[in-house]
């Protein structure tokens, strides 16, 4: 999920400036259109207008309508700043997990409030509103909002910090050298190296995620837990070490991190959100944000722009660039960067950029083609279609390589 960074200088940038961005290491997602910031809404296109074949989706959509991949709630395509195919899908969330909802278990350890998983009121739409559970989709979310903090510099600390210094280490359980190491790169990268078990079936209950979230305090809960592996090295996919992120931008900014997003992300994006808090009223950035599939393909879109947003640097180039890098060898055919996915493409080399949440939230962005994929669903007891499978769905609905010129 990387790219490099361009820029034109002199007294002609002004004029030069489209020209550099055609040139940089993948082609303009703009080439041959305008640019539009879809801040008020997605201006809707047919998929041929920008050099998709509408006959692909239709043939996922059939499939999606028909139950092959089983609850999904929407289904979008965004190419060139327009939204050119999308379908929503109506599940009767109630009648299907009512058993569940009033029996205690690891998705509703407390039966009634917004952690109950199977609450029709909170998921997967917030209060009935198109705002969706978007679970760990809000990672990655959560990147993008220390990336304008630190672009402002209202955070200014660099992500080399140790974590423990955030903390009153003589209030901290199973303190050793390796998490005195312990860095805030090394938590956006999932190399924390805590004991962690979460890759596991949500009813399995070893899952910290369920532990902590049957708790009051997951801060506490997640840093007293010991050390498994050093820093920085092994990939241990964890709940737990987001929800650090929360407690770590109040503690070095003083300022909220829903707050915070609302104003600088979420407001200039026009991006409409709910974002739960825990029992111990800290924001949920492990996965309680609420976006609709319209909204969450906006940061995609914005990724794609190199952090600019209708002409404003609001994430810098740099931290687009390091969240999109792969550090690390993550599950399968996966990298992981800051709190990104990258799927590594079949048909070219390069990656598919995803956020993924549990029950099917998934964002796909095809950097080198500037086409976006949003997929909502709640198919939390069951597995929601794969990554891959997706991939060569949509694959050859790509006609052209640019908006609506060159063909592939």
């Given amino acids: 999920m990387n790219k490099p960074s361009v820029f034109a200088v002199g007294v002609g940038c002004v004029l030069l400036g489209p020209l550099v961005v055609l040139l940089a290491g993948r082609p303009s997602i703009a080439a041959r259109m305008e640019t539009l910031w879809p801040t008020k809404g997605w201006v809707a296109a047919p998929p041929a207008s920008v050099g998709l074949d509408e006959k692909v989706f239709e043939g996922l959509d059939e499939d999606l309508a028909a139950g092959k991949f089983s609850l999904v709630d929407s289904f979008a395509v965004f190419r ?12 009767d969330y109630a009648k299907i997990y009512g058993k569940q909802a009033k029996e205690r278990g690891p998705l509703n350890a407390r039966l009634t ?78 190399t924390a190296g805590l004991a962690w078990i979460e890759d596991v079936p949500y009813d399995d209950p070893r899952s910290d995620s369920s532990l902590m979230e049957a708790t009051d305090d997951w801060v506490e809960y ?81 990724y794609l722009h190199d952090g600019i947003w209708d ?17 690390i ?19 070219r080399a390069g990656y598919v950029w995803m956020a993924r949440g549990f029950g099917g939230q998934r964002m796909m962005v095809f950097p080198q083609e500037g086409m976006i994929v949003t997929f909502t669903g709640w198919d939390i007891t069951g597995d929601p279609p794969a990554d891959k499978e997706l991939f060569q769905r949509l694959l050859p609905a790509l006609k052209t390589k640019t908006c609506g010129g060159g063909a592939q």
């Fill in 80 to 91: 060139c700043g327009r939204k050119v195919y999308e379908r929503t899908y109506s599940h």
């Fill in 113 to 190: 409030g917004r952690y109950n998983y199977f609450d029709p009121d909170w998921h997967p739409y917030y209060h009935g509103t198109d705002m969706h559970s978007m679970q760990s989709v809000s990672k990655t979310v959560t990147s993008v909002i220390f990336g304008v903090a630190m672009t402002r510099g209202d955070f200014k600390a660099g992500v080399d910090k140790p974590v423990l210094e955030y903390f009153d280490v003589t209030k901290v359980r199973n303190v050793d050298e390796r998490k005195r190491r312990m860095t805030l790169r090394d938590v956006l990268t999932m």
């Fill in 222 to 302: 997640v840093i007293d837990k010991p050390m498994a592996a050093e820093p920085g090295k092994v990939f241990n996919y964890s709940s737990g070490v987001t929800e650090l992120l929360a407690y770590i931008f109040k503690k070095e900014t003083g300022q909220d991190i829903d707050d915070y997003g609302e104003k600088y992300l979420f407001a200039p994006l026009g991006i409409k959100h709910h974002w739960k808090r825990t029992y111990m009223d800290v924001t949920d950035t492990e996965g309680g944000l609420y976006l609709n599939g319209s909204d969450l393909a906006k940061i995609g879109y914005f």
């Fill in 311 to 327: 002409g404003k640097q609001i994430v810098s180039r740099d931290w687009v660039r390091d969240s999109l890098k792969g550090y």
């Fill in 329 to 347: 060898d993550a599950e399968g055919d996966y990298r992981y960067g800051y709190k990104w996915w990258l799927l590594k493409r079949t048909d």
